[in-house]
């Protein structure tokens, strides 16, 4: 077989078409069209493929400051955006907020006011509030990206699960996804699920009705409550993380009861098709939505992946956000 010259993704990165990607911010996977996803997707591949050659792009955001400002716990995503940031060659700071002057009473706008001050240009929010970021970008000149508020969205999320997928199985389009546990307070499920039926996905939801809002039915899912027909011929299935810090009580009897009905196993996943890929937004309660045996399976499990390609899609983000600028400034 002839040998393949090597993929050269610094030049597939200078390679400027037409922008479909035009808002200046990043709120929510909502409103967007396909061209748009597939374009940001498409970035993120050259960015997989960037860092995997051991290559910077330090250059694109010199100059540049990105406020990291979490109002709630992150590892990956903090990370990611931090790693992101540098990759690229921007000034990132971390804002701790147990350390800020939100601890003080300082409201959000007046935080909001102050880092509009200092001049940053691109703010990656965290809040538990749903709307916070959508808030902040309406007080702060900078573009400011939604890196999880409340019960709402997480977009970066679903564009690296998208990307996950896409690289897996080839396409995105036409596959059955199966999005599974607490989806009353997962903003990676509801931006997964905007993102995957806009880009032609079968979507289901399987949990138990007090975890299921009624509402999901008209975002064009189908809703499963047992466990073994949702999986049934799936390509993909999605376990989300039980999100007990917002929960009342009584939505679930017990830990245990749940993984009975809803935790992924070795034999419940037998249902869903036998090249199903599992993937799970991180941080897993393992025993309790996921068996070890399955977050682990190298065969089945793209959770690791899903990490790398949080990377990827964060540089593509940071990439495309900060176009408007370099436009204005050549
Ligand atoms: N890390 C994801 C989020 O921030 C998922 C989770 O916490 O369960 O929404």
Redesign the pocket.
Known sequence: MPKMPPVDAPRMLRQRGPVFYRQKHLLAIEGLEPPAISQLLDLSESYVLLNRSGKTQRDLLRGRTLINLFF?D?T??RTSFELAGKRLGADVINMSVSTSSVNKGETLIDTAATLNAMHCDLLVV?HDQSGAPNLLSRIVDAAVINA?DGTHE?PT?ALLDALTIKRRKGRIAGLIVAICGDVAH???ARSNIHLLTTMGCQVRVIGPPTLIPAEVADLGVTVFHDMARGLAGADVVMM??L?RERMSRGQIPSAREYFRFYGLDAEKLTQAKSDAIVMH???MNRGVEIDSEVADDPLRSVIKEQVEMGVAVRMAVLDMLSRGHRRNES
Do not use: N
Request: aromatic share 0%.
């Open positions: 709630e992150s990956r995503t965290r999880g997480h999320q997962s903003r990676v989300l993380r999100q937004p991180g941080p």
